[in-house]
Each structure stands twice: as structure tokens, then as C-alpha cells.
């Protein structure tokens, strides 16, 4: 039997706008700052990414340099844009020519409808910490709607009208200097996991089982939360963005503890971490499985907590 060949996840956008600064956050822990020392992407850089031991992300890195992009769209049209899983397209909020971008981009989206017309398509609005925070909200939809409108007027006119409308764009609002990356990943990343109904389900019943609140999984190297469990009691939880939150606290801590020990940035591990004594909640932290970490949110109390943890 021929293992079916692996679908890419292709990240485009115009040079400079910060994709391989969130690969480098995301898959080799770089922190923010590191981004800086990135040079201009030359043609496409490609990377197989191992993520919870079994799926590899073949993940296409592509420079975003006119020329380059010129030469995706006509040389490498069919070697680029066939067996694409997810298009992951970034765009600078920043941009001064926002017309332009568009342009290329629709000229990429029809070369990803023509060789992959199943693919999933994120679209970024990367760099929102350039915004002020009072107009971010309608920056970020003004820019939404833009990609939306030009994608429906393109698929209208390339697909006809059906075919358009099932055409779905899945939009965040991201940048590198807060946990907002690690949301739109996580929900890449959740699209691409074999079999997550069954973890998913799993993760319900051992919740239930240890009377949690909340379960978290997160993937061991990238820290991103791959699944999650919530009881109804924890949906109260008025914090909207903690899986995101604890993403990047985690990665933080990881890469801190390896300058702290010199150990190389990938090699660290920590087993378990835990906070008993609360008053309104206990947690742990603990290895789970070769490649996940599963935190537990539990109710007070050292009986339960002593409990769940064996
Ligand atoms: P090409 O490889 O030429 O296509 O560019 P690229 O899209 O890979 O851009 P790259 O990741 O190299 O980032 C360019 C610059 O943007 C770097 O100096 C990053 O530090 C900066 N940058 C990336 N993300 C953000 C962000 O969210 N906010 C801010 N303020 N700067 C960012
Ligand atoms: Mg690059």
C-alpha cells in the first residue's frame, strides 16, 4: 500500500510581512526578538516539522520577494500550488499599498484553486502590535472584508456562484509579540491532526474521571494547544484566551530554564510543575505522552488533587 502523500502548508504573503519570523516562534523556539537577525527568505525554504509523533507538516516557506513570487506563479506553478493542504496567506497590516497586495494575492489564489480547490485558506493580518490599540478591531475588519470581497469577486467570476460560496476564508488578527500567533496556529494545527475525535474524546473521559475543569494538551516542542476539555463549571471561566496564554507563557518558560541551564533550546524538558495550594483552583503540568504535555485545571482540595495526579 502506498502511504498517501503528504499535504503542504504552503505560508505566501509579500516579503517582510513575517512568515518565517512565525515559523522560527512556532517550530524552532526563537523568541520575539531573535526575529530580527531573520534574512529575506531566498525562493522557498522547506521544513518537515515532526508534530506529536506521528504527522509531519511538510511546510513550504516561500519568499515573498516580487520575483520570487512571479516564479511560483508561472515556472513553479504546478510543482508549488499541487497536493496543497492549507494555504496559510500573510498580510502586513502595516502595508502603504494594500491594493497591490491584494492583487497578488488573488493572482496566488487562483493558482491554489486551480491545483488544490480543496485546500484551507487562512488569511493573517500580521503585526497588529504596529496598530493602536483602540483602532485595532476596525483595522482588522476593514482588512478582512477587503480579502473577503476580492476573494468572493474572484471565485464569483473564476468558479461561478456556488462553487464561490463554499469557499471559506478563516481569518485571524496575529502578531509575534503576543500570544495572538499562537491562537491562529493552534487552530491551523487542529485541522491537520489525524484522528483528534478520538483524543478528544478520550481527553472528555479522563476529564471526567478526575473531576477537572479544564484539560489542556499541548504539543511538546511548538507548546500549541492541540486539544482541549472543559467542564461546564470551567466554562465559567471568564478568561477567553487562556489555551493562547498558556502557550506562550509555557514557551517562555521553556526557553528560559535552557539559558538558565545551557541546555540546547530543544533538548530541555521539564516533567512536572504544579501549583496545589490554591485557593480557588490547583493545576498541574506534567509530560503525558513522548510528545504532549497535559495541564490539569482542578477544583481546591489535596484529596482530588493527589488523586488525579495518580
Ligand atoms: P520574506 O522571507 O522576504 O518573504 O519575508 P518574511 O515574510 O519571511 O518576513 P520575516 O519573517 O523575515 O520578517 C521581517 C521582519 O518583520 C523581521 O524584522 C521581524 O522581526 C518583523 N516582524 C515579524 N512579525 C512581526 C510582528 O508581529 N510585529 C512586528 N512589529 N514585527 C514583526
Ligand atoms: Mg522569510
Redesign the pocket.
Known sequence: VRKPKKKKVLLM??????????RSIIFSNYIARD??R????IDIDLSHVKFLGNLTLNLW?C???EAFMENYLSQQRVHVFSNVGVLIY?FDVESRDVERDLATYVAILSALLQFSPQARIYILI?????VVPSSREAVYNDRVNAVRSKTMEYAAHAMGGPAAEALDLIPFA????DQSLYKAWASIIHDLVPNLSIIERNLANLGLAIEAEELLLFERTSFLAVSSWTSPEGQRNPTEDRLERMSNIMKHFKQSISRFTGTPRNAEQFIRMEHKAGMRFSLFILKFTTNTYLMVVLPPGEARFNAAML
Open positions: 504573503g509579500k516579503s517582510g510581512s513575517g512568515k518565517s519570523s512565525m526575529t530580527r531573520l534574512g529575506a527568505t516557506d519568499g515573498g520577494q500573510v500580521h503585526k497588529m502590535d504596529l496575529t502578531s509575534i509579540w
